[in-house]
């Protein structure tokens, strides 16, 4: 057999480069020492393995992470307004009726008008009783004369029935059933408002 002129003569049979030998490694360096390096610890992960490739805990994560994303429609994993997500809770919860109630103190002057909202302010709301405090006596009794139309412009705010009644209080005397000399019995018969 001639030589091939094409070949350069070597004692070494030829190797590809894509099957390194295993005990030796490469000649270069650098990102060919890398690449051997993998190839051969792939190799050995093969043979563990049975001849069946393994996918990696990476591989794994990625697929679920990629199970929980949301795509181009809206999800309820996408952030949601904040409004959104008080109305919610506020229907879960059952406070439709609270929270109407609760505005009722920040907008009384509105509700029922400057001149009344000086002189009775609202004092707590139970089961549909509203509770209202006077600053005198002729204010809740002026309170009183106007329960009716008072109730139905509450009711006409806040959702029909939220308010069933209104209970108007005077204003309150000082107490004298206070400190360690107090004496027992009616106190004075004096009238407060």
């Given at each position: 057999?001639?030589p091939?002129?094409?070949?350069?003569?070597?004692?070494e049979?030829?190797?590809?480069?894509?099957?390194?030998?295993?005990?030796?490694?490469?000649?270069?360096?650098?990102?060919?020492?890398?690449?051997?390096?993998?190839?051969?610890?792939?190799?050995?992960?093969?043979?563990?393995?049975?001849?069946?490739?393994?996918?990696?805990?990476?591989?794994?994560?990625?697929?679920?992470?990629?199970?929980?994303?949301?795509?181009?429609?809206?999800?309820?994993?996408?952030?949601?307004?904040?409004?959104?997500?008080?109305?919610?809770?506020?229907?879960?919860?059952?406070?439709?009726?609270s929270?109407?109630?609760?505005?009722?103190?920040?907008?009384?002057?509105?509700?029922?008008?400057?001149?009344?909202?000086?002189?009775?302010?609202?004092?707590?709301?139970?089961?549909?009783?509203?509770?209202?405090?006077?600053?005198?006596?002729?204010?809740?009794?002026?309170?009183?004369?106007?329960?009716?139309?008072?109730?139905?412009?509450?009711?006409?705010?806040?959702?029909?029935?939220?308010?069933?009644?209104?209970?108007?209080?005077?204003?309150?005397?000082?107490?004298?059933?206070?400190?360690?000399?107090?004496?027992?019995?009616r106190?004075?018969?004096?009238?407060?408002?």
């Amino acid at each position: 057999m001639k030589p091939d002129a094409s070949r350069p003569e070597s004692a070494e049979p030829a190797t590809t480069e894509s099957t390194p030998n295993p005990t030796t490694p490469p000649a270069g360096g650098g990102v060919d020492l890398a690449r051997a390096m993998l190839s051969r610890a792939r190799d050995d992960a093969k043979a563990k393995a049975g001849g069946r490739a393994r996918r990696s805990t990476r591989s794994q994560q990625a697929d679920a992470a990629n199970s929980r994303r949301s795509g181009a429609a809206p999800d309820d994993r996408d952030p949601q307004p904040i409004s959104q997500v008080l109305e919610r809770l506020v229907e879960e919860r059952g406070w439709q009726t609270s929270r109407a109630v609760g505005g009722v103190e920040g907008r009384w002057g509105q509700l029922v008008g400057a001149e009344l909202a000086d002189h009775c302010q609202p004092e707590s709301f139970d089961e549909g009783v509203l509770t209202v405090r006077a600053d005198s006596t002729a204010w809740a009794t002026q309170v009183r004369i106007l329960a009716g139309p008072l109730l139905a412009r509450l009711n006409t705010d806040l959702g029909a029935g939220t308010v069933t009644s209104l209970r108007v209080l005077g204003p309150t005397g000082p107490s004298w059933k206070k400190g360690r000399l107090a004496v027992k019995g009616r106190g004075p018969r004096d009238t407060y408002g």
